[in-house]
């Protein structure tokens, strides 16, 4: 019977088919061959032994956090408390895109701001880049993305991502960073990677996102990354430039989110250090 991981406890996996949730263990030869078992990978298992037999080929796979076989993630950034930070958010759109993940950006605490007028341009400039834009308070709009998907939620700590998915579905009850910190046990809530069912879909709280690196990408990979370019890198008379030393470069003459711009030429700095 063919299924999903949705969870582990120890060295046994919760296994989701179309009929019920299993408790298996993985079968010694899986061991041996190093193929270590992944939430989200697709398994056939042995319903009555509760036992996995085989790890179906991934479509992508995430590192840090270890999780498969995702379609999308919500990058939620927090305005205020703590302040936006657009580098953190270029860079994980940068990681996501490199693992074929498609983006949506969540942002939270607009009712924290004064000013909405400025943080409106940010968000206008992401969604006319071809991303998916919300906030924690469009919760129809956010179902509505989740429906059939295998969806991981990342951000830095504090910006909400465990309350926005209590708001999602109230049953989670999952613990906030508020109350982590209360209890005096640290800033870090979620601490392992399990797939909650909703909407006809799957998500996981994703720990270890906001920490995540740019090293596997190549200085193209990363370029390629930002698909704004790709709107003027016809018109620029360079082969393979790439938009930092170059006279005369389409893309740097282009009205490109000048946050953005200076996020990606950190980042290709950081290759060359």
Not at 96 to 119: A, P
Not at 141 to 169: F, I, M
Not at 210 to 226: G, H, P, T, V
Not at 249 to 266: F, G
Request: with cysteine; charged share 30%; net charge neutral.
């Amino acid at each position: 019977m063919r299924g999903r991981v949705i969870g582990n406890i120890s060295n046994l996996y919760k296994v989701k088919t179309d009929k019920e949730v299993y408790l298996c263990c993985a079968r010694g030869k899986l061991k041996q061959e190093n193929n270590k078992l992944l939430v989200g990978d697709i398994v056939e298992i042995d319903q009555e032994q509760k036992i996995i037999d085989k790890i179906y080929p991934r479509k992508n796979e995430l590192i840090r956090p270890p999780i498969s076989n995702v379609d999308q993630a919500i990058i939620v950034v927090s305005v205020m408390k703590p302040k936006l930070d657009l580098y953190l958010l270029d860079r994980l759109i940068s990681i996501i895109s490199y693992h074929d993940v498609e983006i949506i950006i969540c942002f939270t605490k607009l009712d924290l701001l004064e000013n909405k007028s400025d943080i409106k341009e940010i968000m206008d400039y992401y969604q006319k880049i071809g991303y998916s834009v919300t906030n924690n308070n469009d919760i129809d709009k956010l179902k509505e993305l989740l429906k059939n998907k295998v969806t991981v939620v990342a951000g830095q700590s504090g910006v909400g991502k465990s309350s926005l998915l209590n708001k999602l579905n109230p049953e989670f009850n999952l613990i906030t960073d508020e109350i982590s910190r209360s209890l005096r046990r640290g800033k870090n809530t979620t601490k392992h990677v399990e797939l909650l069912e909703i909407e006809s879909g799957l998500v996981a709280d994703t720990p270890g996102f906001s920490m995540a690196s740019l090293e596997q990408m190549s200085k193209e990979e990363i370029r390629d990354s930002f698909k704004e370019f790709d709107l003027y890198k016809d018109d620029c008379q360079y082969r393979d430039c790439y938009h930092i030393n170059e006279n005369n470069c389409a893309v740097k003459q282009a009205d490109i989110l000048e946050s953005r711009y200076q996020n990606y030429c950190k980042f290709i700095k950081e290759k060359d250090e």
